[in-house]
Structure formats: C-alpha cells, structure tokens
C-alpha cells in the first residue's frame, strides 16, 4: 500500500482537523498551530469519539467529550481519562497536496 491524496493542504486551517477514511480505516488529518500535518487514529481511546471533532492545541488534539489529549507526533494519551495511545500514520505534503499512508504506521 501507498500514501493516498487526500486533499489540498490550503483546506485545512491552522488549529484544525477533519476525518477522512481511508482503506476502512479512520483517521483524523491534523494541521498544528504552527502549520505542520499529521495524521491520526481518530477514534478516542476512551470512548468510540472522533478525535477530528475535538480542539487541536499546539502540538496536541484534545477529545471534546472527555478531555482526553493526544500528542501529534507519537499519539501518547496526555490526560486522562485515556491511557492508550492512537495510532500515527505517515503524512506528506506533495504539490500542496495532503498524502496519508495508511499502511505506514509511524507509532502504536
């Protein structure tokens, strides 16, 4: 398998997230406060939750149902209630355009 486009980067906003699906497997495309991308599990841990919904701080996502905090890079848990990390998945940026690998597990 290989990385798959799934959107410009232009469409997502600084402090912000969407879910896209990609070979049956959710994952929440975030870009950080600083502009960087990242692409998650987006299923909270804790609960069946989108993590796309929830608030994107800094270099975090946070769960807007619990609370529960995700670290971009490595999908630790930083709050509780989760204590099980998210999986993270290869990103690249190609012509301004966002690819996911979904094969490509960078943690958990």
Same mark, same amino acid.
């Given at each position: 398998?290989? /990385? ?5 980067? /232009?469409?997502? *906003?600084?402090?912000? /997230? $969407? ?8 994952? /929440?495309? @975030? $870009? ?15 609960? *069946?939750?989108? +993590?796309?919904?929830?608030? @994107?701080?800094? !270099?975090? &996502?946070?769960?807007? #149902? ?7 890079? !490595?999908?630790?848990?930083?709050? +509780?209630?989760?204590? &099980? ?5 290869? @990103?690249? &940026?190609? !012509?301004?355009? &966002?690819?996911?690998?979904?094969? +490509? $597990? +960078? #943690? @958990?």
């Amino acid at each position: 398998m290989s /990385a798959q486009k799934v959107f410009p980067v /232009a469409e997502l *906003e600084p402090g912000s /997230a $969407r879910k896209v699906v990609l070979d049956g497997i959710a994952i /929440a495309v @975030v $870009r950080d406060s600083a502009g960087d991308v990242h692409a998650l599990g987006d299923t909270c841990t804790h609960g *069946e939750i989108s +993590l796309s919904e929830g608030f @994107v701080e800094e !270099d975090a &996502i946070e769960c807007w #149902a619990h609370g529960s905090a995700f670290g971009l890079a !490595d999908g630790q848990p930083r709050s +509780l209630p989760a204590y &099980i990390p998210v999986p993270v998945f290869a @990103v690249e &940026i190609i !012509d301004g355009d &966002i690819y996911v690998d979904p094969s +490509l $597990r +960078l #943690a @958990v």
